[in-house]
């Protein structure tokens, strides 16, 4: 072409990134540059879906662009900052782009709203939504959308600001109902989820499987079979069951209400092409106990040549742990990074400490934590602090306690797992001081709940709990029951009693 301009580079960049010929892309933009054409807003956009390793480039046009810099420009450099995890960058450039005159706009105030889910960013988020109400924004669904799925990922005491927004908002979309809806299932809201659930089918036309996959869940950690079984029917009904998401939900709450057939046939029923339901089906053998079958579905799905995710070593790790084989998941951890490709994360070092602390390996469980290439969390030591209470060792568990009140001194487990085996070893100062701190730091113990549904009906009880209108004939029924266990000789001393349920709660907490 004798005769180029701005655009005619700009269609060759987009080109050469869209065909992923990224090389190519960089040349054109320094030949752009060379030839003395000034690049633009499009131009940046173009480069930025490259995205990796094209950042400083996109950097280094976005500083020589300051003349021809529109909102566009500046919000396309956000996102890469936000695209590659570089947070802080993004909060400053939003301060700059204010500083030359640029209004940020709804996509603008979205984007770094979406930023501020770590609890490091909480301070900035407050700060966005009190931006938002000053600049009269608080009426963009799309903005309130991106304020509340912000304050859910917080933490729980974040709830009710999301609840408060939403209940303040004049219209809603699919997305503001899923946001709560999801925010009620994830922090273990169930009920509320449920009745939320029914108060979208009157709101929305439609129910999408974002939703559906939500209240499923919430229906599993209620284990509420006949509920479970009539959204079921409605996925049915609407299509949804065919949906990877949902199908691995239907799979989850079948597993979780003791159905395991009725798991399977949900897995039956899909495409079988996508890791997601493997991974929840083999989840749904391993906790059955079933190991060995959730292993064979792993070396089926290796045949079948489904791209296998970091998901699926969590549940492979499971099944190794829950049947046994310390060996076989020493191997799988090991082999995770060079043979498949997917580097051990948090969460699959936790599940081989909970492999090594169930076959006694506690030494081995440290030592496997003392090689990790990050800080453990506080789920990797919460699982250690499990295996330590399996292998009565009290030194270690005293330890871990120690570092886990440093991350979470507001979680109640960790003071009662450690109370009780001082508790158990007759240690009754240690106990003492635990009880102590308790106190002082204003921790309380939750008590565990049961939930059993009779009718259609939910009904839900806890410890020493006579607040049940029926609550009399149930512990008339209790007193039998334990009777019948004491003639059959099936009752232990209290102290083992509670250090097995205490186990086994603690176990359960800690096994998905």
């Known amino acids: 072409m004798p005769h180029k301009d701005t655009v005619t580079w700009n269609t060759m960049i987009t080109g050469y990134v869209e065909s992923g010929n990224l090389g190519a892309a960089r040349e054109f933009l320094k030949s752009m540059k060379r030839r003395g054409f000034q690049a633009d807003g499009y131009t940046f956009g173009s480069i930025l879906k490259g995205e990796c390793g094209l950042l400083e480039d996109a950097k280094r046009v976005f500083d020589g662009a300051v003349v021809t810099r529109d909102l566009v420009t500046w919000n396309s450099m956000l996102v890469a900052y936000l695209v590659h995890d570089k947070d802080e960058d993004a909060f400053n450039l939003f301060l700059e782009m204010q500083g030359f005159g640029f209004e940020p706009d709804i996509y603008t105030y979205t984007c770094v709203i979406s930023a501020c889910f770590a609890a490091a960013h909480k301070k900035y988020g407050k700060s966005f939504h009190a931006l938002v109400i000053k600049r009269g924004l608080e009426e963009s669904v799309t903005v309130c959308n991106a304020l509340i799925t912000m304050y859910l990922k917080l933490n729980n005491k974040s709830m009710e600001a999301a609840l408060n927004?939403?209940?303040?908002?004049?219209?809603?979309?699919?997305?503001s109902w899923n946001s709560i809806l999801t925010g009620f299932s994830q922090m273990g809201?169930?009920?509320?989820?449920?009745?939320?659930?029914?108060?979208?089918?009157?709101?929305?036309?439609?129910?999408?499987?974002?939703?559906?996959?939500?209240?499923?869940?919430?229906?599993?950690?209620?284990?509420?079979?006949?509920?479970?079984?009539?959204?079921?029917?409605?996925?049915?009904?609407?299509?949804?069951?065919?949906?990877?998401?949902?199908?691995?939900?239907?799979?989850?709450?079948?597993?979780?209400?003791?159905?395991?057939?009725?798991?399977?046939?949900?897995?039956?029923?899909?495409?079988?092409?996508?890791?997601?339901?493997?991974?929840?089906?083999?989840?749904?053998?391993?906790?059955?106990?079933?190991?060995?079958?959730?292993?064979?579905?792993?070396?089926?799905?290796?045949?079948?040549?489904?791209?296998?995710?970091?998901?699926?070593?969590?549940?492979?790790l499971t099944a190794c742990s829950h049947i046994g084989l310390v060996?076989?998941?020493?191997?799988?951890?090991?082999?995770?990074?060079?043979?498949?490709?997917?580097?051990?994360?948090?969460?699959?070092?936790?599940?081989?400490?909970?492999?090594?602390?169930?076959a006694g390996y506690l030494e081995e469980a440290k030592a496997l934590i003392d090689s990790m290439p990050f800080q453990p969390n506080a789920m990797v030591l919460k699982t250690l602090l499990g295996a330590c209470r399996a292998c009565g060792n009290i030194e270690l568990?005293?330890?871990?306690?120690?570092?886990?009140?440093?991350?979470?001194?507001?979680?109640?487990?960790?003071?009662?797992?450690?109370?009780?085996?001082?508790?158990?070893?007759?240690?009754?100062?240690?106990?003492?001081?635990v009880t102590r701190?308790?106190?002082?730091?204003?921790?309380?113990?939750?008590?565990?709940?049961?939930?059993?549904?009779?009718?259609?009906?939910?009904?839900?009880?806890?410890?020493?709990?006579?607040?049940?209108?029926?609550?009399?004939?149930?512990?008339?029924?209790?007193?039998?029951?334990?009777?019948?266990?004491?003639?059959?000789?099936?009752?232990?001393?209290?102290?083992?009693l509670m250090h097995d349920v205490n186990h086994i709660y603690l176990r359960s907490d800690l096994s998905y």
């Open 165 to 175: 927004l939403f209940h303040s908002m004049k219209s809603k979309d699919r997305v």
């Open 327 to 358: 060996e076989q998941g020493r191997c799988f951890l090991k082999s995770m990074a060079s043979d498949y490709g997917i580097p051990p994360r948090m969460e699959h070092y936790a599940c081989a400490v909970d492999l090594f602390g169930r």
């Open 437 to 496: 701190l308790m106190r002082e730091r204003k921790v309380k113990k939750v008590p565990g709940w049961s939930w059993i549904e009779v009718k259609n009906k939910v009904h839900a009880f806890k410890a020493e709990d006579r607040s049940h209108p029926y609550s009399e004939d149930v512990y008339q029924i209790l007193g039998e029951l334990m009777e019948e266990m004491k003639r059959l000789h099936y009752l232990a001393s209290s102290d083992s």
């Open 189 to 316: 809201f169930s009920e509320d989820a449920l009745k939320l659930f029914g108060h979208m089918r009157s709101s929305l036309e439609e129910i999408d499987d974002y939703a559906y996959s939500a209240v499923l869940r919430s229906c599993s950690d209620l284990a509420i079979l006949q509920l479970g079984q009539q959204i079921h029917l409605l996925t049915v009904k609407t299509g949804f069951d065919s949906n990877d998401f949902v199908a691995s939900s239907l799979i989850f709450m079948y597993s979780k209400c003791g159905i395991i057939e009725d798991a399977w046939k949900c897995f039956e029923d899909t495409t079988k092409e996508s890791s997601i339901t493997w991974n929840s089906i083999m989840f749904a053998y391993a906790q059955h106990g079933q190991g060995d079958v959730a292993l064979d579905l792993f070396s089926i799905m290796r045949e079948r040549e489904v791209k296998l995710d970091h998901v699926t070593f969590v549940a492979v």
């Open 397 to 433: 568990a005293a330890q871990v306690a120690s570092q886990l009140l440093e991350v979470e001194p507001e979680e109640h487990c960790t003071y009662v797992i450690l109370s009780n085996m001082y508790g158990h070893l007759k240690r009754w100062d240690d106990k003492a001081s």
